[in-house]
C-alpha cells in the first residue's frame, strides 16, 4: 500500500478502531519506535476532560497562522468564511479534531462554544498544542480534550485559522488529515494511516504481554533474569499462560 493510494475519506475498519480501544498510548510509542517512527507522541498534552478514558479516531486537521489586526476581528466572527466554525460544522462522527496553534499558549485555540458543538457532532476528540478557555466548563463536557494550558484570552489576539485538513504540526509530530489518533489519561499518539491496520495486532499482542508481566512484577520477581524485557523463555512462560487461561492445555 503506498501513501498516494489511501482515501482519507474511506472511514477506517471498524475492527481496526476497537483493536485500538484496547491499547495504550506507551504501548503504541514502543511498535511506533520499532518500525523508525521515533517521536509520535503530542508531548506537553494533557487531558482536560479527566472523566473520559480516552478515545480512537480519525484526524480532520485545523492550522493556525499568526493574526492580523485588520482582518481578526471581533467582527470576522460572524463571517461567512469563517473557517473555525466551517471546521466544526464539517466534522463527521469518529473524528478527531486536531488544532496547529504552533505551540502558542498566550491566546485560546477553542472555547466551550466550539467544544460542545463538536460533541454534538460526534467527534472523537478535540485536540491542541494550545490552550483552551473555558477550563471549568470543558473539564465537565463529555468529549476528550487535550492541551497545554488554559486561558481566558480569545483567539483573535493571537491566531488566524488559516487551513482544513492539511498536514500540519502537532507538539512537533506531524499529522495528516484521515492519521489515526489515540488518547487515554497519559496523553495522545498519532499513527500514520498507512500504519495503523498493519501494526494492530502486533500492539495488541505487546499490551497483554506486557499486562501479564506487570502481574509477575506485581508478585515481587525481580527484571534482571530474562522478566522484563522479556527473554525467550519469558515469553514462551506467557503463551502457556494465555493457553491456559483460553482452556487449552498448556
Not at 498510548?25 to 473520559?52: E, K
Not at 494511516?193 to 506485581?218: G, K, M, N
Request: hydrophobic share 40%; glycine share 8%; with cysteine.
Amino acid at each position: 500500500m503506498t501513501l498516494d493510494s489511501l482515501d482519507a475519506s474511506a472511514p477506517m475498519d471498524p475492527q481496526v478502531l476497537a483493536k485500538y480501544r484496547k491499547i495504550s498510548t506507551a504501548t503504541l510509542a514502543t511498535r511506533l519506535f520499532a518500525v523508525g517512527l521515533r517521536q509520535q507522541y503530542l508531548v506537553g498534552l494533557n487531558p482536560v476532560n479527566t472523566t473520559t478514558e480516552g478515545f480512537v479516531g480519525e484526524a480532520f486537521t485545523m492550522r493556525f497562522i499568526p493574526a492580523r489586526e485588520d482582518i481578526d476581528t471581533l467582527e470576522s466572527l460572524h463571517g461567512p468564511d469563517n473557517l473555525q466554525w466551517q471546521g466544526v460544522e464539517a466534522l463527521t462522527g469518529g473524528q478527531v479534531l486536531v488544532i496547529d496553534s504552533r505551540g502558542d499558549i498566550s491566546a485560546a485555540s477553542a472555547g466551550d462554544m466550539l467544544v460542545t458543538r463538536a460533541m454534538h457532532k460526534k467527534a472523537a476528540a478535540v485536540v491542541t498544542d494550545g490552550a483552551f478557555r473555558d477550563g471549568y466548563v470543558i473539564k465537565d463536557i463529555p468529549i476528550p480534550t487535550y492541551s497545554r494550558a488554559i486561558t481566558a484570552t480569545t483567539r483573535l489576539t493571537s491566531f488566524h485559522v488559516a487551513d482544513l485538513q492539511v498536514p500540519i504540526g502537532c507538539a512537533g509530530v506531524a499529522v495528516y488529515p484521515g492519521d489515526l489518533l489515540v488518547g487515554d489519561r497519559d496523553g495522545v499518539i498519532v499513527i500514520p494511516r498507512h500504519l495503523a491496520p498493519v501494526i494492530v495486532d502486533e500492539c495488541l499482542e505487546q499490551e497483554e504481554l506486557e499486562a501479564y508481566l506487570h502481574t509477575r512484577v506485581r508478585e515481587g520477581e525481580p527484571l534482571l533474569g530474562g522478566l522484563y524485557p522479556p527473554s525467550e523463555e519469558t515469553k514462551a512462560e506467557y503463551r502457556r499462560w494465555k493457553l491456559e487461561q483460553n482452556g487449552a492445555p498448556a
